[in-house]
């Protein structure tokens, strides 16, 4: 491909008359844009500002205390809810569970900041945040169906949430920048500035200034706060904001926006939920609406094509008239699964039965010989177990050397009485020696 083909355009790449879009990943954080900001897809389908907001603080604040039980790092729980933010300006509340995704979210930031917790660890301490607020009985989560389908959720969740965010998860953290700062401004040996302003930026987490701002604006934002609170002079003129790079039109809209998180009243969580459930009814009762316009319009026009290409024996069956297509629970599923392979596992085993018999029925029956007849040191007869001591095998080592001294003794005597013979005897050998390598190689 020649080097004139390829272009770049403001928004992807154009090579050859088509357009691709572009992917681009940095190490800073995502910043959304101004009209994806105004218009969330929760307000969208009905929900309130209010309500979303209250959603969002909750649904960080259940991470950051899910964190704090899972002894995750404070830079981990700070990437799940800046995660969950993200997310929730992708997806709408009415269509996805807040738990759920909060849940992914912590078990995905774990992963992310190397510091990995399972999903059965997640989903226990989320259980008991939910016990402990309604004031029930700590007691264990069950390990039933329901537990099953909300690992599976979970899961699920967490590659979704991957998918919308594009695997763009990397996430800047103002952390060491408030300390850097401070010491650029000789104040880090003042713990108290450096407490609040660490506490001003955790609470920052639980609103959308992440996804507003660079992470250096908000380090400054947070010193500037705790500055104002502890009446302690910083340098004026020029402002000391200016040097790392910060406005004081956004300090103000961060300052205003963290604030902001004291006044709001504390609304009941099941009134919240009540509210999602209310929105998602109306969605539901609106689609179907649409859906059912859409078949009335299809049965008024119907189609006057001649059936040409009809085969009334391509389909073997025909679903029933009025019959609701429910969708099977997990539990549901895995038992009919079960049950299956257990009647496949009969069916093999009558089958094998079945060529048993057969086969029986053809060939007579092998005898088996008894394991005491085929190997007798094997059998359990206490005649063959029958202990020998040391000495008794010294003594039999003993015969049988001494008989073979007084075979080699009777040779030597044989030999000294007569030696002519053994002349003779050796003479012959060597005369009938060739005579026999001639034969042997012969037959060979």
């Avoid at 899910?66 to 969950?84: D, K, S």
């Avoid at 997310?87 to 269509?95: A, E, L, N, T």
Wanted: include cysteine.
């Amino acid at each position: 491909m020649a080097a004139g083909d390829l272009r770049l355009p403001g928004e992807g790449i154009l090579i050859r008359d088509k357009f691709y879009s572009g992917v681009m990943l940095t190490l800073e954080n995502c910043i959304l844009p101004a009209e994806q900001l105004c218009r969330t897809p929760s307000a969208e389908h009905g929900l309130s500002w209010e309500t979303e907001e209250q959603l969002r603080i909750r649904g960080c604040e259940r991470i950051q205390a899910a964190g704090i039980l899972l002894r995750l790092p404070q830079v981990a729980m700070a990437t799940g809810q800046i995660l969950f933010q993200r997310f929730y300006y992708c997806k709408s509340f009415v269509r996805h569970c807040g738990e759920i995704v909060a849940m992914a979210c912590v078990h995905l930031a774990s992963k992310i900041e190397e510091e990995p917790r399972r999903v059965r660890d997640v989903l226990n301490v989320f259980y008991f945040l939910k016990d402990s607020r309604g004031g029930k009985a700590r007691s264990p989560m069950p390990l039933d169906a329901s537990y099953i389908s909300m690992k599976s959720q979970v899961i699920k969740a967490e590659r979704r949430l991957l998918k919308e965010l594009g695997f763009c998860v990397h996430v800047k953290h103002p952390h060491k920048i408030i300390v850097m700062y401070l010491q650029v401004l000789e104040c880090e040996k003042n713990s108290e500035l450096v407490q609040m302003a660490w506490n001003y930026m955790n609470d920052s987490l639980r609103t959308d200034v992440f996804l507003r701002f660079r992470a250096e604006t908000v380090a400054c934002a947070c010193i500037y706060l705790s500055v104002r609170f502890l009446q302690i002079p910083l340098p004026d003129e020029p402002p000391w904001f200016l040097l790392f790079g910060a406005s004081e039109k956004d300090l103000r809209d961060i300052c205003g926006r963290i604030l902001q998180l004291y006044d709001l009243p504390s609304v009941p969580l099941s009134k919240l939920l009540k509210q999602v459930q209310e929105a998602r009814q109306a969605l539901d009762a609106l689609s179907s609406k649409g859906k059912l316009s859409i078949g009335e319009s299809a049965a008024a026009t119907p189609n006057l094509e001649p059936l040409s290409n009809f085969s009334p024996a391509s389909k073997t069956e025909s679903p029933a008239d009025g019959q609701p297509n429910h969708k099977t629970s997990l539990n549901h599923v895995a038992l009919k699964n079960a049950c299956r392979k257990l009647d496949r596992d009969e069916e093999k085993r009558r089958s094998r039965s079945e060529e048993r018999r057969e086969t029986k029925s053809i060939s007579p029956p092998r005898r088996r010989r008894s394991r005491s007849v085929a190997s007798p040191r094997h059998s359990v007869s206490p005649v063959c177990y029958k202990k020998v001591s040391r000495k008794e095998r010294d003594r039999e080592k003993d015969k049988r050397r001494e008989r073979e001294r007084d075979k080699d003794r009777s040779r030597e005597r044989k030999r000294a009485r007569d030696p002519q013979r053994d002349k003779e005897r050796d003479y012959r050998r060597e005369r009938e020696g060739p005579k026999k390598e001639v034969y042997s190689s012969h037959r060979r």
